[in-house]
């Protein structure tokens, strides 16, 4: 009976050590295979959102800012407000456009129909370096502004809206999800990816009728022949957002310079291309940029904006300036003889 007993146990741990040694040369064989790049090895990414949680790996292996995870937040006060903002990033609308649940001060756009993904797509505007820069002086108003005017600028330009209460839970919670996406980041920091794609600038003036071209051959799918966008089912925002007419950002906004739109465009569009992997060339998205552009939209009154006129940008549309040039040459280039001459 003994014997029996040590035979079978005998027999287990045989089969033990065989499972074992099976295993150990399983990861081996596989650990190789990585080195030599037979099985390359991912990590797994939530959709939507940038991998990445903590400051050890906030800098892909391309040396790409990537945004920390949602799913990394704590269940408390804290991290609720900074899912509260992320949703307020994601379907602004929803919750203060025309028809908002909260407020009614915007014009139904999302932010993050100009900041990518609520604000975490490598060259899609997005907050990276936001925290480590606020507050900071601006020269466009002159003054030193902190995290609720940089929010409030893009409601009243980017959404044609009025401005949110600073003390409001809205902004609070904004501010909170700014402030956590770029924790890990300090000012100066040399990851790649951060707000826009530095686009090479055009030897010869944009040309607005050329973007028209390129507009109705890849933008009309998604933002419609009349720029009015796609209107999602809730009624609430928009699932492509209007880029021109009543709805659509005013000549205030950051994209209403084309630099900044060819820039965007450039990395991000048409809606599912990436920096690394483009499908405009520069010139069409420059002359796409001065064709959306040169369309309709609304005005806002800008003239306390550039109180030194030296440090307008190159193609800020709007007089008056420094140099000579006149209004449409900033506006569409060439920009060559404007930068040298205000250098």
């Known amino acids: 009976m003994e014997e029996k007993k040590l035979d079978k146990w005998l027999r287990q741990l045989t089969l033990s050590v065989n499972l074992l040694v099976i295993g150990i040369l399983g990861s081996t064989l596989l650990l190789l295979g990585h080195a030599l790049g037979i099985f390359p090895l991912k990590n797994q990414e939530i959709p939507g959102i940038a991998s990445s949680g903590d400051s050890a790996s906030r800098i892909s292996s391309t040396g790409v800012w990537q945004a920390p995870q ?27 456009g025309p028809k908002g649940k909260v407020r009614q001060i915007s014009n139904g756009m999302n932010c993050q129909n100009c900041h990518l993904k609520g604000g975490t797509v490598a060259y899609g505007n997005n907050y990276g370096a936001v925290a480590s820069k606020y507050p900071v002086f601006r020269n466009r108003s002159g003054t030193t502004e902190g995290y609720e005017k940089r929010v409030n600028d893009c409601i009243e330009r980017s959404l044609n809206g009025k401005p949110l209460d600073p003390d409001s839970r809205e902004m609070k919670a904004m501010v ?35 973007g028209k071209a390129v507009y109705e051959a890849y933008c009309t799918r998604c933002h419609g022949e009349d720029g009015k966008g796609i209107l999602a089912e809730n009624g609430l925002e928009y699932t492509y957002p209007p880029l021109f007419g009543e709805n659509s950002y005013n000549t205030g906004a950051g994209l209403y310079r ?9 990395a991000n569009m048409p809606y599912g291309v990436t920096f690394d992997n483009p499908f405009l060339t520069d010139e069409e998205a420059w002359n796409v940029a001065a064709y959306v552009n040169s369309m309709p939209r609304p005005e806002k009154d800008l003239s306390m904006d550039w109180p030194d006129l030296s440090k307008k940008p190159f193609d800020h549309p709007f007089g008056p300036y420094t140099d000579s040039f006149p209004e449409i040459q900033h506006k569409y280039g060439p920009f060559g003889p404007l930068i040298s001459a205000n250098k």
């Open 176 to 210: 909170a999800y700014m402030k956590w996406l770029g924790k890990d980041v300090t000012n100066g920091a040399s990851d790649k990816g951060f707000g826009l794609l530095d686009l090479p600038l055009p030897k010869k003036a944009a040309d607005p009728a050329k």
């Open 258 to 266: 084309i630099s900044r739109f060819a820039a965007f465009v450039k």
């Open 70 to 96: 949602l799913a990394s937040l704590p269940s408390n006060q804290e991290g609720d407000l900074i899912r509260y903002g992320h949703e307020l990033i994601a379907h602004t609308a929803v919750y203060l």
